[in-house]
């Protein structure tokens, strides 16, 4: 028999972010990106994979219903005090569970490694502003602290629509909403809660995942109305993510889409997160701030790629940060390797890399 609490503890004990269960595997513990397995428990069987399912819904029947018909759920889970997000899937008709652990206590965000720009575009009064990343990049941590630091300082009405809620947040100077999406829980659908967000008088709208046409185009209109939208999308760059959005709409929409993305977009902040040399994990962050020039690129007929990443080289009076001097800057600052910082490029940008580095050595004395 499993004894789901021994792995918790355990998990919680070693600071694992997330716990694998698969059948026949012992339970496994993700930490700092290696997975290790607990090598005092067991190799899972169906019927321990069926006993953590139940442990885990606890006898929900909707949330029973909804995986039952769907052959997945999304759901969260709180261990003494702790707050799990849950990801039940299937795999051989038995249950796959994957659980990320959420820290009680936000790091503060200026431990964070992400670029000051980000937190002082929150205080705009209204437009788009985007954190974007592959999964576990860090984008729902940035979002959390981005949301307590606006909780702290400003006097506004912040909603959020999360899938599942992972951070209770806790009102200060600001008032916080928090709603979860999904069947049975607060609000169907992220374009659900958007578009009654326009009922509700608040200032400030999070959305926690930005995944169908449905919810940009009730985000844009959001904006477009004099709220601030923070959101998130599945993205690995600052271009991929104006590509991404676009191509939600049909090509004969397309030229109308680029045009209010130009108008209501104000910031997208990509972010990777990678081994670092102290045995830790480092942010690598690219921010591009959306000026009359990459306005203008956005609206062109065809989005250039390169030309957007050209755009956020040399716009970095205005704020922007290209990916190659964020590299750069994580190996100068001896927090990654040199190979690990040329893995994250092509290979016809290792010359641009190889210069950016020396001239910041310069910069910074370090050339010895």
């Known amino acids: 028999m499993i004894d789901m609490d021994k792995v918790l503890d355990e998990a919680i004990a070693k600071d694992a972010s997330d716990v694998h269960l698969v059948c026949e595997l012992k339970p496994m513990l993700r930490i700092h990106r290696r997975l290790e397995q607990i090598e005092t428990m067991d190799i899972l069987t169906p019927e321990d994979m069926n006993e953590i399912y139940d442990y885990l819904v606890m006898g929900n029947v909707e949330k029973d219903e909804v995986y039952r018909r769907t052959k ?86 912040i909603l959020t629509l999360e899938n599942p809620v992972e951070f209770r947040h806790h009102s200060k100077k600001s008032m916080i909403v928090q709603k979860e999406v999904g069947q049975g829980r607060d609000v169907l659908t992220f374009s659900d809660g958007v578009k009654n967000a326009l009922r509700e008088d608040c200032d400030i709208l999070v959305i926690g995942e930005i995944r169908d046409k449905e919810t940009m185009e009730a985000g844009i209109e959001m904006a477009e109305s004099g709220h601030l939208v923070i959101g998130t999308l599945h993205t690995k760059s600052c271009a991929e993510t104006i590509d991404r959005m676009v191509n939600f709409y049909d090509v004969r929409d397309q030229a109308t889409i680029k045009y209010l993305l130009s108008s209501v977009l104000k910031l997208v902040v990509s972010q990777r997160l990678l081994p670092a040399t102290n045995g830790g994990l480092a942010l690598l962050p690219e921010v591009m701030v959306v000026d009359n020039i990459i306005a203008g690129i956005i609206r062109k007929e065809k989005i250039s790629v390169s030309e957007i990443e050209d755009a956020i080289q040399s716009g970095s009076e205005k704020g922007s940060i290209g990916l190659i001097n964020s590299i750069a800057e994580l190996f100068v600052d001896d927090k990654i390797t040199l190979e690990q910082a040329k893995s994250q490029i092509e290979e016809k940008n290792i010359e641009t890399l190889n210069r950016t580095i020396m001239q910041l050595k310069i910069r910074k004395g370090k050339t010895n």
Not at 102 to 114: A, M, R, S
């Open 72 to 157: 997945k759920l999304d759901s969260s889970y709180e261990y003494k005090d702790i707050r799990l997000r849950v990801n039940i899937s299937m795999a051989n008709e038995v249950p796959v569970c994957t659980l990320r652990l959420i820290k009680n206590t936000l790091p503060k965000y200026e431990d964070l490694g992400v670029p000051d720009i980000v937190r002082r575009m929150t205080y705009q009064p209204q437009g788009l502003i985007l954190v974007t990343g592959k999964t576990n990049s860090g984008k729902t941590t940035t979002l959390n602290a981005l949301i307590n630091h606006i909780n702290e300082n400003q006097n506004k009405k």
